[in-house]
């Protein structure tokens, strides 16, 4: 059987065949990552998307680098630039959430480091909780200055605002932030 699919189409469920290139698992179903023809062997009981350019889907374990898209007291949703240290221009985007509602995570355009847990219910779910997560490069949400990190909170030397964050322990070490200077 092969029919036209586009990203996110269902190609099957992951009890019934196993996806091959150009698909991802998202804990229930196999699912297009690239627009293509997709190709079902069903005696191997694989599926495949053919002639399709493949998009970078992060999988479980991967870390990925992103900037803060959108905050809610429960979350972040994170727009994904470097999938394991390489540039990614694929537009995808994961959520993390916040166990302690009380407590500020990271702010709009911070940038920050997860580890994606699982794919669910057509979600990416990323974690921040271990020591090398967390945000990477912020600046003052105050005079927009740059900021000195203090434990898991920030401080403006230039205005005194401080303010709660869930600081990475490669706070400002990484890379890609020499590219920007």
Avoid: W
């Avoid at 996110?8 to 290139?21: A, C, P, R, T, Y």
């Avoid at 847990?117 to 105050?142: M, Q, R, S, W, Y």
């Amino acid at each position: 059987m092969t029919d036209f699919v586009m990203p996110g189409d269902k190609l099957g469920f992951i009890e019934e065949i196993e996806g091959g290139s150009n698909t991802f698992d998202d804990g229930d179903t196999i699912r297009a990552s690239a627009a293509g023809v997709s190709d079902v062997d069903k005696k191997a009981k694989t599926v495949q998307v053919r002639n399709g350019k493949q998009i970078s889907i992060p999988k479980k374990g991967d870390i990925v680098i992103g900037t803060v898209a959108m905050m809610l007291p429960s979350m972040i949703a994170v727009a994904i630039q470097y999938l394991n240290g390489k540039p990614n221009s694929s537009g995808v985007e994961c959520i993390c959430q916040n166990p302690d509602r009380k407590r500020i995570i990271a702010r709009m355009n911070d940038v920050v480091a997860l580890k994606i847990e699982t794919h669910l219910n057509g979600a990416i779910h990323a974690t921040i909780d271990e020591p090398e997560l967390g945000v990477l490069f912020t600046k003052c949400n105050v005079c927009a200055g740059s900021v000195v990190p203090m434990r898991d909170r920030i401080k403006c030397p230039n205005c005194g605002f401080m303010e709660d964050r869930k600081i990475s322990t490669n706070y400002e070490k990484a890379d890609f932030i020499k590219l920007r200077d």
